[in-house]
């Protein structure tokens, strides 16, 4: 089964953004597609996740699954961690990572877990 990391594209990281520049989520979503998703993950933008105080931020998502959100990601730093926090979150039925196989920063900072939506 598939399941989604959302990234916003929109995030600034709580800073202006110079005229003609990149969002930090942009590049986020970029360099996470450069290295491409695990098996049974697929990268999908979204314009915003309003958590702007706390960009760069992601979700994943999957049927039957626990859903989370996590904030301040680093677009130059994490884009390995977040992959593998996918990959196992794709891993796990119920989307239950055991807390000590989340990567650091999927620990920490963490901002929302949200129950699965009931068929």
């Known amino acids: ?29 970029a360099a996470l597609e450069a290295v491409g998703a695990p098996r049974g993950v ?26 989370y959100v996590y904030r301040g990601m680093d677009p130059d730093a994490d884009v390995a961690d977040i992959l593998a926090g996918a990959a196992a979150y794709a891993a796990a039925p119920d989307g239950l990572v055991p807390w000590r196989e989340r990567p650091v920063i999927f620990r920490k900072q963490s901002l929302a877990r949200i129950p699965p939506m009931e068929s």
Request: aromatic share 2%.
């Open 42 to 67: 697929r990268i999908v933008p979204v314009e915003c996740l309003s958590a702007c105080d706390h960009g760069c931020n992601i979700a994943l998502s999957g049927p039957g699954r626990w859903s």
């Open 1 to 29: 089964m598939t399941v989604t990391l959302h990234v916003c594209t929109t995030c600034k990281m709580g800073r202006p953004l110079p005229e003609g520049g990149t969002p930090p989520g942009a590049r986020l979503l």
